[in-house]
């Protein structure tokens, strides 16, 4: 056994805890949940650190279980929202769970027996709950002067969309699990951000007045970006776990873009790297910020641990391809699919197979033929300063001639105007 809440507090994670927690924690291995909500068929780098408490919950010692809110979902829990969430099919809860098992299985480890994880679904208590049990056995231990006072339902009160009798539910809800899972499994403590502490709270009251029994809570800090932008949004949406919805190529670079004042804080939530191999790290990185140290061990960590080393590798392969000296050998093997996602956002242009056959010049191809330039002009002034490159070669001449021997997997051109600006002419 090792101290779970001395290990949230070191790395920054830690926000509140019911007294006695920590105590209770370290007398042995207990058992204790944080729920998901499929609200998608995959999670999103929002739910790591909730994944990242479990697995050092499990690590220090502790029995995880991870509870997937088929029934919840249907609800939607009002906790940091300013609107009502859409609700959900069956069908789709159905798909959203599967994407999720997997997802959670790359991080626990879920043997049987010991302390491995469990995951379970509030559907299984619910489906067969009437609305008369349901208010009888649960809503006579809470009154509604306690549900009113938490945050979360206040704000939604005083906002414009207000709060339908559905969302006011939710907190009962999420209580019942608690309580199931103290009842059934002997779950003592139920862990969340920080903007969940109201909704756990009522579950360790509900256990209290229904059973007299003790439970404990423990919440983390929602991670935020020093610029202010929330953190795990980009300007292309939300940053996935699922590869088909964001490439481990983009993962990485979300990571490794990151600014040096949030890596510093990020390395500590989202890498399983001990204080001391942090420490080293940041010394080694404020000696030589440009080389970015922190962020590279950063993304290499996560992206390993949510998809793989064989991931990472082809994701650091592009970067180099994109804005190193990688190889056009590394440009054959991918196919029309990787392509497309390692050049997503960047300017695409048709050109004709049988023009090209016969041979266009540099001016025509990069002027006429495509708009990477506005006039032949500005390519022979962009080529004579050295700003040009063609399949990753410099064009020194703008008579250069280019024909479909020069095509890369039979269909592409990939220009530069610079370093980073890229251009991708696809034959047709």
């Not at 626990?108 to 994880?117: R, Y």
């Not at 756990?200 to 003790?214: F, N, P, Q, S």
């Not at 708009?371 to 040009?388: M, Y």
């Amino acid at each position: 056994m090792t101290n779970f809440v001395e290990e949230l507090r070191w790395r920054g994670m830690l926000q509140d805890m019911m007294p006695g927690t920590e105590e209770k924690l370290n007398e042995g291995m207990t058992s204790g949940y944080i729920g998901f909500d499929p609200t998608a068929d995959s999670l999103h780098i929002g739910h790591l650190t909730q994944i990242m408490t479990l697995i050092h919950f499990q690590r220090a010692g502790h029995k995880p279980y991870a509870l997937v809110g088929g029934a919840t979902g249907m609800v939607g829990d009002p906790s940091g929202k300013s609107d009502e969430r859409n609700l959900q099919t069956e069908e789709i809860i159905e798909l959203n769970l599967a994407g999720m098992k997997r997802q959670l299985s790359k991080f626990l480890h879920f043997e049987d027996g010991g302390n491995g994880a469990v995951m379970v679904n509030n559907a299984d208590w619910f489906r067969d709950m009437n609305l008369f049990t349901f208010i009888r056995d649960v809503g006579k231990h809470i009154t509604v002067n306690y549900m009113m006072a938490k945050d979360s339902v206040k704000r939604r009160l005083e906002g414009d969309s207000g709060l339908s009798f559905t969302e006011f539910c939710y907190q009962l809800i999420q209580g019942y699990d608690f309580y199931y899972l103290w009842k059934n499994k002997n779950c003592l403590v139920q862990m969340g951000g920080s903007d969940q502490w109201g909704n756990i709270v009522t579950g360790t009251e509900l256990i209290r007045r229904k059973d007299a029994g003790t439970a404990f809570a423990i919440t983390t800090q929602l991670i935020k970006k020093a610029d202010g932008t929330k953190f795990g949004k980009t300007e292309s949406g939300a940053v996935w776990l699922d590869p088909e919805k964001t490439s481990p190529y983009k993962y990485y670079q979300f990571w490794l873009n990151a600014s040096d004042e949030d890596t510093k804080k990020w390395i500590r939530i989202f890498t399983l790297k001990t204080k001391e191999e942090i420490e080293a790290l940041e010394v080694q990185h404020d000696a030589a910020p440009h080389m970015r140290i922190l962020q590279k061990a950063l993304a290499e960590d996560i992206t390993i641990r949510t998809h793989s080393e064989e991931a990472l590798e082809t994701a650091i392969k592009t970067s180099d391809f994109l804005f190193g000296n990688g190889s056009l050998e590394f440009f054959s093997n991918l196919n029309d699919a990787q392509v497309k996602e390692i050049f997503e956002g960047v300017p695409q242009f048709p050109v004709s197979r049988n023009e090209l056959e016969q041979g266009l010049d540099a001016a025509t191809l990069l002027a006429e033929k495509s708009s990477v330039f506005p006039s032949k002009g500005e390519v022979k002034k962009t080529i004579q300063g050295g700003g040009v490159s063609v399949n990753k070669e410099k064009i020194k001449e703008m008579t250069a001639v280019f024909n479909t021997d020069h095509l890369l997997n039979n269909k592409y051109i990939i220009v530069q105007k610079g370093k980073k600006n890229y251009f991708l002419l696809i034959v047709e």
